[in-house]
Each structure stands twice: as structure tokens, then as C-alpha cells.
């Protein structure tokens, strides 16, 4: 069964995992080697060594470069978040993480819920072709979405008030707030953010060996150690497995 199904994932005994460098809260330094470390580099090594083959990091600077890369014989498996319009060229696991995804703006909007945001005129700052952008994209039409090529841009959009709400990952907003007590942040996510692996479409035998490994990992605490050993288990939640 491992042979088999490492053969049809990475014929050249190569797992080359595509990752996205932009995640500040998967990719959080570096190893001995040099290389990303963190989760997501982390659950790559790990699938690599349940199918007995080495690995290989393919770092990409943001989610829709890797995504976009599903065809060109780039990557295995890629590890970024399901969406929906991504779902349509690639094939999603179970998360194996989720982030919260919420929105921040100035005290004066007195903004209550998510859906009082949802108004023309509106202009949310947003990192471009993120898993959010995407959800955005699709739930929010009234607003007005000004995206950006990276988290730091869309922060500095919403320091230098040329946009009404900042949408983005939690922890991050969290940060944000502290610099500056006009910041409020609506408590509750506007989506979540669901980390997974995604594969080429077309070989549901390698998506259910995949959903198989997720859901051990989870199960015997392997997702929980990773998240503690990199000090983000207070910024991301671990999906129910049953």
C-alpha cells in the first residue's frame, strides 16, 4: 500500500512539498540546515517519511503562486489552505490546522457583527489571492476589497487610514492592536481558515491515504506537539477528528 501509493505521488523517490512562505504562523524560522521550519515544512518531512521517501521544500512567496503551480510539475503536494475556488484545479485533504480569520477597524465605525461591514463604500485591506481574499471575493459584494502582494502592505494600508477595515489572520490583528489603542478587532472570525494538503485532482486513492495520515497525526498528538514546539498553539486550533 505505501509503495504503491508513493510511486503515484512522487514517482522520482523525491516528495517535493510546496509551501507558503507568506504563513508567518506555519513558517516560523528556519532549521539547522537553513531551511523553512515549522508546521507546515514539518507535516511535509513527516508524510515523506510515512511513504519511505526524502523530501524537498518548494517555497513559494505567497498561497496563489503555489496554487497556480498545480499543473507545472512543481510540487506533490502542496500545503495551503482549502478554498473553495482553489478546489476546482486541486484536491484538498481534511485541515490539519485551522486559523481564525477576522476583521479590525477604528473604535469610531463602532462596528458590532461582520455583516455591518458588508456596505458599499466600505474598503477592506486584504492580502491578495489568500484563502480570506477568496472567501471575501465570493460573500462580501457590497465592499470594496483593495488587496495587496503581502500581509505587512495591508497592515500599513489600515495604519495609514487609507481603508476602513483591515481583514486578516488573527494573531496577527492581535499584534496590531496593541500598537495602537483606537484598534478594535470583531471578535468573531469572519471565516476560518482550513490548512490543508492539496494534491493534483483525479487519484482519490492518494486523497484518502492522505485523510487517513491527517487524522492519525491528530489522534495521537502529533498535530499538538508540532503546534507547542513552535509556539503557536494559543494562534491555531486543531480541527475534530472523528
Known sequence: MIET???KLAPTGILRVGINMSNFLLINGKDSDGLPDGVSPEIGKKLARELNLKCKLVQFKKPGLLADAVN?????IG???CEKERSKTIDFTDPYVNIDANFMFRKKDNFKTNDDIN???IKIAVLERSAYDLWLTENFKNVELIRVNTIEESHQLFREDKVNVLAGL???LIEEIKTNDDFKMINSPFTYIKQSIGIKKGTPEILDFLNKFISKLIKEGYVESLLKKHNV????????IY
Open 119 to 121: 456596505l458599499p463604500k
Open 233 to 240: 498553539q494559543n494562534k491555531l486550533s486543531i480541527p475534530n
Open 170 to 172: 488573527k494573531p496577527k
Open 72 to 76: 507545472e510539475d512543481m510540487w506533490d
Open 79 to 81: 500545503n495551503i489552505a
Open 5 to 7: 501509493i508513493s510511486k
